[in-house]
């Protein structure tokens, strides 16, 4: 059985991703409404995209 490695997203692509820009990822992040993203190196900073989806799988059903 193979072990699959997480996947991860930048916040560039988040920000495509969730139509909003660079600076809302942020700030969300900031104000505690977005998971807190993993720093993989000195400049190197991304968030797991299953924290992403389970997030956004949250917010829709809160609407």
Avoid: F, H
């Avoid at 809302?24 to 924290?51: A, F, H, Q, Y």
């Amino acid at each position: 059985m193979s072990k699959q490695s997480p996947r991860y997203v930048s916040d560039k692509q988040l920000s495509e991703r969730l139509e909003v820009s660079r600076q809302t990822i942020w700030r969300w992040v900031r104000e505690g409404n977005l998971p807190s993203p993993i720093k993989l190196g000195t400049n190197c900073t991304r968030w797991k995209l299953s924290d992403i989806e389970n997030w956004e799988a949250g917010k829709v059903g809160a609407a």
